[in-house]
């Protein structure tokens, strides 16, 4: 198939995807992170640069290896990802798939924390808030992305959860992921998402994830072929 045929429905369109953690230093040598493996966000931007689009992608420490045909942006913190991704613009497609940490910790020590001598009391981290990238993004009174993607995790009312989130965040679509017990969860290679947009809530099939991936890169496609033609 041509370039601008069936192959590539994305083709001329510019993608912004996060995926990973976040890391959050505590000091030169320790962090805070999560389990987040990246899989799901590296799929997305793999399948979306399969579909013709120019991808930028802003990831967190992960374990994969740079998809192939995507321009990758190693960070390590929120606020660097946030910086990363407000470079990485315009777009016109921005899915938000890391896991970014909520807080970081307040005052990174400059030099590492020693061990107190034989007696001596444990630290105390006392934390701060994270830019919501998301939400500043979608936020955005210029060059905001026409269709702006996050993901939720919830563990119950998943479809009502995600609802208020979009709203909350001022995202145009949710990606509402089930990771109650038994559904996909951080790390595995199925996720269980209810699609919530504008119009309501798709509820899909339990699926790898690179399944879901090729669905939402198809989604996308349907989206701005509706919105051209
Ligand atoms: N997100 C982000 N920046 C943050 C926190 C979250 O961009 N500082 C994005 C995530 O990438 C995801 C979406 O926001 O696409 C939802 O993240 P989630 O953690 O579910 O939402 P929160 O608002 O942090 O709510 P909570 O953790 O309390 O459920
Ligand atoms: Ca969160």
Do not use: E, I, T, Y
């Given at each position: 198939e041509s370039y601008f045929g069936k192959g590539a429905p994305l083709a001329g369109l510019r993608a912004l995807v996060t995926s990973g953690p976040t890391y959050e230093a505590i000091d030169p040598v320790r962090f805070i992170g999560n389990r987040s493996s990246g899989k799901q966000g590296h799929a997305i931007a793999t399948a979306l640069a399969r579909a013709g689009a120019a991808v930028t992608l802003v990831c967190g420490p992960v374990a994969l290896p740079d998809p192939a045909g995507v321009k990758v942006v190693r960070i390590e913190s929120a606020r660097e990802m946030l910086a990363a991704c407000e470079s990485a613009l315009p777009a016109d497609i921005a899915v938000f798939a890391a896991a970014v940490a909520?807080?970081?910790?307040?005052q990174e020590a400059p030099q590492k924390i020693k061990k107190p001598a034989e007696g001596g009391a444990a630290p105390t981290l006392s934390f701060a808030e994270n830019p919501d990238i998301l939400a500043s993004i979608a936020g955005l009174?210029?060059?905001?992305?026409?269709l702006v993607i996050g993901f939720a995790a919830e563990t119950e009312k998943v479809a009502e959860h995600a609802a208020a989130k979009r709203a909350r965040k001022g995202c145009d679509w949710i990606l509402a992921?089930?990771?109650?017990?038994?559904t996909g969860t951080f790390g595995g290679d199925a996720n269980t998402i209810h699609l919530v947009t504008e119009n309501g809530t798709e509820d899909w099939p339990r699926l790898t994830k690179q399944q879901v991936a090729e669905r939402l890169a198809a989604r996308i496609g349907d989206h701005f072929g509706k919105k051209t033609t």
């Open positions: 909520d807080w970081r910790v307040a009174k210029q060059g905001r992305p026409a992921n089930d990771v109650s017990a038994g």
